[in-house]
T-cell receptor, first 110, second 111 residues
Framework: NAGVTQTPKFQVLKTGQSMTLQCAQDMNHNSMYWYRQDPGMGLRLIYYSASEGTTDKGEVPNGYNVSRLNKREFSLRLESAAPSQTSVYFC?????????FGSGTQLSVL | EDKVVQSPLSLVVHEGDTVTLNCSYEVTNFRSLLWYKQEKKAPTFLFMLTSSGIEKKSGRLSSILDKKELSSILNITATQTGDSAIYLCAPSRGSQGNLIFGKGTKLSVKP
């Protein structure tokens, strides 16, 4: 099925561990995004990539790194996880403005 | 600083009621405004509004943008339990058209 695929769906980390969230889209979209969603905070942009080879910081980039591996794939890395990074993470892609979201990753950092 | 304010933050109604959800925004280089519905997982697209005063409709849902007042409303008539969700307002801004999301309105429809 066409769309945005995120892995994993669930993850539990200990403080200080690292991990990479993977995202791939098969709609030939130029732009890709990583958001986090916390209760009462709405969706906040972590990083985005307007096109292959470019990445830019969003509202809450601290503690994260990203890689736009190719047009299809955009990964989010937590180098040293902290409890404050416990959240639901969404990847999204867009051709112009309309965002299409992946199903989300629920991450808990203990 | 760009901001988006949605009201109310939560709302409980009974089936058959009509509801109006509000969104006001202040964003740099505004381009358009999108509404999303979020149930258990990822947000799903409802409407994109670019022109002021033109209502968009989809079944029992409708939405309109007022660029002069920097606001938008989302109406749902004859609500059903399946309308229970968080409704997110997201203006797009800047040259990249990035979306900034409000905190959402949590709608609960009781049978």
């Amino acid at each position: 099925n066409a769309g945005v695929t995120q892995t994993p769906k669930f993850q539990v980390l200990k403080t200080g561990q690292s991990m990479t969230l993977q995202c791939a889209q098969d709609m030939n979209h130029n732009s890709m995004y990583w958001y986090r969603q916390d209760p009462g905070m709405g969706l906040r942009l972590i990083y985005y990539s307007a096109s292959e080879g470019t990445t830019d910081k969003g509202e809450v980039p601290n503690g994260y790194n990203v890689s736009r591996l190719n047009k299809r794939e955009f990964s989010l890395r937590l180098e040293s996880a902290a409890p404050s990074q416990t959240s639901v993470y969404f990847c999204a892609s867009s051709g112009q403005v309309l965002l299409l979201f992946g199903s989300g990753t629920q991450l808990s950092v203990l | 600083e760009d901001k988006v304010v949605q009201s109310p933050l939560s709302l409980v109604v009974h089936e058959g009621d009509t509801v109006t959800l509000n969104c006001s925004y202040e964003v740099t280089n505004f381009r358009s405004l999108l509404w999303y519905k979020q149930e258990k997982k990822a947000p799903t697209f409802l409407f994109m509004l670019t022109s002021s005063g033109i209502e968009k409709k989809s079944g029992r849902l409708s939405s309109i943008l007022d660029k002069k007042e920097l606001s938008s409303i989302l109406n749902i008539t004859a609500t059903q339990t399946g309308d229970s969700a968080i409704y997110l307002c997201a203006p797009s801004r800047g040259s990249q058209g990035n979306l900034i999301f409000g905190k959402g309105t949590k709608l609960s429809v009781k049978p």
